[in-house]
């Protein structure tokens, strides 16, 4: 049994993930009593699992290009990256005994490459500071006064306090304790949940051909949306098939933009450059000059000085062309077909596996009731949100868990807004 001293605090920070943690250390570093609530049994669940345990904390991109990934909506993070930007984090976390480098030059890791390092000094921080923790303690409403916090009740105890930060992520990855309870007790307290989908995620298509591709990591690549309202958007990176369907960084990118068209269109299709930038023209000289260097070998070995046998092979069925042929000796129609097949692939999205392998939430408390400049609810004074469980997610390579440490460290400073 855990020991609870006494039921009032300064603060009362609801979720021990990235954001929820700093956010109670920021509040404790600045004088204020604060407990932290973890439904589940361990902190950090989600934390652990980020970038496959190796902890992609942030990136070094400069503050406005950061924000621009984000969209529309990326803005709203001015005043938390202002006072909490990838350097900041950086020093935060070298403070509390965790180095950090960026060995590409763009994203930042601790230098164990371990997210359990992370986790460590978090929790040796939170000891260090008097932070009360409390797992296995599930907040199931809030306590307030007319449009005042006042606490928070969990089924065996209600705790009180004028400030509250709600800090419990989305509905990404259910089995390390998503389950939209902050969309819930947010709800109840009068804020507007948008709609949610899941993000970050691998895609399934209709096409079935890929299931025999899956050997290669495809780099460099670029899909774009191949519909009329949603030709803008597009995502590079590592591409990699699978036996029903794409996964990789780029489509973990664009599957944020994908799953509401999903659920709109019931099917979004796609155009892939796997060529590395290659046009159809800059296509045509390459293989011209491969066939000028060796005339007399196929247009398999031509395709394969730019992809792999396998997906060479593959386009070639699509393009109903011999691999065994010589380019030239193939009609023009179909040399025409290939082209365009490696210049842009189709494929057609068609579902994913839901929130079960969503890395993170789009969608969440709307944006407009809560004052960037301190994270607080502008519908109930004292209450404060960060992390993933506000509307706005952002693609991979540290940007979320970067927001979720900016946003926490704001909210955790308390300032109210008049």
Known sequence: ?????????????????????????????????????????????????????????????????????????????????????????????????????????????????????????????????????????????????????????????????????????????????????????????????????????????????????????????????????????????????????????VVLDIAREITPLIEKYGSVPLLINMTKGLNEEQLRHHIKKEIDKKPEQSILTHMMTLLPETLCRALCTLANADPDKGFNKLDGSIRDRLIKLLAWTPLTVIGHDGFNMAMITRGGISLKEIRPETMESKICKGLYFCGEVMNLDGPCGGYNLQWSFSSGYLAGHLNTTP
């Open 1 to 249: 049994m855990q020991s609870i001293p006494e039921t009032s605090f300064d603060v009362i920070i609801v979720g021990a993930g990235a954001a929820g943690l700093i956010a109670a250390i920021t509040a404790a570093r600045r004088g204020k009593k604060v407990l932290l609530l973890e439904k589940l049994s361990k902190i950090a669940s989600k934390l652990k699992a980020t970038g496959g345990g190796r902890c992609n904390l942030t990136n070094t991109l400069g503050n406005e290009d950061f924000m621009a990934r984000f969209g529309r909506e990326g803005r709203f993070m001015t005043p938390a990256l202002h006072i909490f930007d990838h350097k900041a984090l950086i020093t935060f976390f070298a403070e509390i005994g965790v180095e950090s480098h960026a060995p590409d030059g763009y994203r930042v890791f601790p230098i164990s490459h371990s997210s359990m390092s992370i986790i460590t000094a978090l929790e040796e921080e939170i000891i260090r500071l008097n932070i009360t923790l409390i797992t296995s303690a599930r907040v199931e409403k809030l306590e307030y006064e007319e449009n005042n916090i006042v606490g928070v009740s969990t089924a065996l105890q209600t705790y009180y306090s004028p400030n509250v930060i709600i800090s419990t992520g989305g509905l990404g990855y259910p089995q390390l304790g998503a389950e939209g309870d902050g969309f819930t007790i947010a709800s109840d307290a009068g804020h507007t949940i948008t709609e949610l989908y899941p993000a970050m995620m691998p895609l399934r298509t209709q096409e079935t051909w890929g299931a025999n591709c899956r050997a290669d990591t495809i780099p460099k690549v670029e899909i774009r949306i191949n519909l009329s309202k949603a030709k803008h958007i597009h995502a590079h990176g590592d591409l990699i098939f699978t036996q029903n369907g794409i996964r990789g960084p």
